[in-house]
């Protein structure tokens, strides 16, 4: 399992590694926001709220569109030739999956790195944070995964499924605003959203507060959506025909 | 070790789509022994690719069974798949990869070690003539290029069981012939089971130790090219005449072999042609009649195919 969860991890890492300005460029969306969102924000709340939040959504838009690789795969013909392999289906989902803490990651250091000349200041809990960053992309990935098989032949529902979820989940997890001030609704919304657990986590992570319950429940949701992500896409690449 | 490579019974597959029942393969009953080298040949829609794909475990069959490389497709997946290499009907190299390393992760999927999978990946690349564009990214590669990439990838670890699905399809008549080349040599040296599909009838001829027709999911034919010529399909006699009128005189000494008549030319279909045709030229002469060009053709797959099912895959291809 260890042995072909590697081939599949490094056969995805590959195009990156030979091309790593490719990951760059996929990052221009929190760059975007970062640009033309944060000079709106409150003097005091500033990046130290911001920053989180935005490290969270490269991941919800990096890892969430990655299924649109496989489903590209899965036209030309790539991803039969590997359901014919002896590689064991669940490495083929899982492998896949792990692939995504890369670019994750990188995007994370690069927005922290453009940030500090501008004020941003994250404390050393930031570490954990990327960490829970680390496991939740997993999971987001392989829930991507599942969407792409799910949507084989219609590839359209991958695209519509996944631009439908991803602006609420963006907006719910007070990524871009906070959510305290809102309705009732909203706020109820809100608490559903695994995403809000995590990034309320990452703002209390990079502001030095490590041993708090909302950083507990942001590990939780980055478990629990890992565990439902590996599972569904595990079961979705078990049964997957050409 | 097993004998017979593939058998089916009554393997079945209907597909479903949007209340509509396509049956792509009908009640096949096929066996394959080690070391054969079988052509599945048939219209576009005749079901070789839904075949190969539930005997690679791909699909699952609708009813009936299939053992391949003696373990059953449904059951024993992993088994099946250890023993086997497909080259499908699309390109299996992911786009934004490099060939070369596509090639190599190949080698590791099917358990050979780095240092292996380097050295065949290299000696593929030499021999499907690969090495100008092996370390470019796929999709910037030709559409023969990325074909023989697929063959590469379906050879590097010499399986002892090898499915193609239509492998030449796409490549220049150069490269056809050295895919046909490689297919022989695996064939001879390793003693690879073979089955591949295709809709070029001279390559199914030359390459097959045995063709398999197939029309709608079922099985009309299944034997050696010479029988399925010999039984189906006589040699082909073509005799073109200067005017109407030596033709018209020329059918009364066909010696009672129906002839079929286009434009100037007579057609007839019978076996031993040579032989006939020296018989049918020493009767012509003493009637007086002048045939101004005779063609014999041995008769080909086409032909064949014509005789079962009273359609031509030539114009099928074409269309
Ligand atoms: N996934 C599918 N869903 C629905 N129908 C299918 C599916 N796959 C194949 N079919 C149908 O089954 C029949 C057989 O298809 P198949 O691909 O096996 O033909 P083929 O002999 O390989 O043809 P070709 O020469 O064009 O490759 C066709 O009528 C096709 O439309
Ligand atoms: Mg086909």
Redesign the pocket.
């Known amino acids: 399992m260890i042995h072909d969860t590697t081939i599949v991890f490094s056969r995805e890492l590959r195009p990156v590694l030979r091309d790593p300005f490719s990951v760059i460029f996929t990052m221009v969306q929190p760059l975007f926001f970062l640009v033309l969102f944060s000079p709106l924000l409150p003097e005091e709340t500033g990046l130290q709220w911001f920053v989180p939040g935005m490290i969270v959504m490269s991941c919800l838009f990096g890892a969430g569109s990655t299924g649109g690789n496989l489903l590209f795969e899965m036209q030309t013909g790539s991803h039969e030739r590997m359901l014919v392999s002896p590689l064991r289906r669940s490495a083929l989902i899982v492998g896949r999956a792990l692939k995504e803490i890369v670019p994750t990651m990188v995007h994370s250091v690069l927005i922290i790195a453009i940030t500090i000349p501008f004020g941003f200041r994250p404390h050393a809990g930031a570490v954990f944070g990327l960490l829970l960053l680390a496991i939740m992309c997993v999971g987001l990935g392989a829930l991507s995964y599942s969407l792409a098989l799910a949507s084989k032949?219609k590839e359209w529902i991958f695209w519509a499924v996944q631009q439908t979820i991803s602006f609420p989940l963006l907006l719910l997890a007070g990524m871009l605003l906070p959510i305290e001030g809102g309705p009732a609704w909203l706020q109820f919304l809100s608490k559903l959203n695994p995403l809000s657990y995590l990034v309320n986590a990452e703002r209390e992570l990079f502001n030095g507060e490590v041993f708090t319950a909302n950083v507990g429940l942001g590990l939780l949701a980055a478990v629990g959506v890992a565990a439902l992500g590996l599972w569904v896409g595990t079961r979705q690449m078990r049964h997957a025909v050409a | 070790m097993t004998d017979t490579m593939i058998r089916t019974s009554a393997l079945t597959?209907r597909?479903t789509?949007k209340k509509e029942t396509?049956e792509?393969?009908r009640g096949l009953d096929l066996r394959v022994m080690r070391g054969e080298m079988v052509a599945l040949l048939?219209?576009?829609?005749?079901?070789?690719?839904?075949?190969l794909?539930m005997l690679t475990t791909l699909l699952p069959p609708t009813s009936g069974e299939a053992e391949v490389a003696g373990f059953d497709v449904v059951t024993r997946q992993r088994e099946v798949r250890a023993r086997i290499g497909y080259i499908g009907?699309g390109n299996g190299a992911g786009h934004s990869q490099r060939g070369r390393d596509e090639l190599i992760s190949q080698g590791r999927a099917y358990g050979l070690s780095v240092a292996d999978a380097r050295r065949r990946a290299q000696e593929l690349i030499d021999s499907l003539d690969l090495g100008a564009v092996a370390d470019r990214v796929v999709s910037s590669l030709s559409g023969g290029q990325r074909r023989r990439l697929d063959i590469a990838m379906g050879l590097i670890h010499a399986p002892e069981l090898l499915f193609l699905?239509?492998p030449s399809t796409g490549l220049d008549p150069q490269n056809r012939a050295n895919l046909q080349e490689h297919v022989v040599r695996m064939h001879a040296e390793h003693g690879t089971t073979i089955v591949l599909?295709t809709?070029y009838l001279d390559e199914a001829d030359a390459l097959a130790d045995r063709v398999i027709v197939?029309d709608h999911?079922k099985l009309i034919a299944d034997d050696t090219p010479e029988r399925l010529k010999a039984d189906h399909a006589g040699d082909r006699i073509t005799l073109t005449f200067d005017s109407e009128d030596e033709l018209r005189r020329a059918e009364g000494h066909t010696l009672g072999i129906t002839a079929a008549r286009t434009g100037l030319t007579l057609t007839l279909r019978a076996d031993g042609g040579r032989h006939l045709v020296q018989k049918l030229m020493r009767g012509f002469d003493e009637a007086g009649v002048h045939v101004s060009a005779v063609e014999v053709a041995r008769p080909t797959l086409d032909d064949v195919f014509l005789a079962l099912t009273g359609r031509s895959l030539r114009e099928e291809n074409q269309a």
């Not at chain 2, 576009?44 to 690719?49: D, R």
Request: aromatic share 4%; net charge positive; glycine share 16%.
């Open positions: 032949n | 597959k597909f789509v396509v792509a393969v048939g219209p576009n829609g005749a079901g070789k690719s839904t075949t794909r009907q699905d239509e599909t809709h197939i999911g």
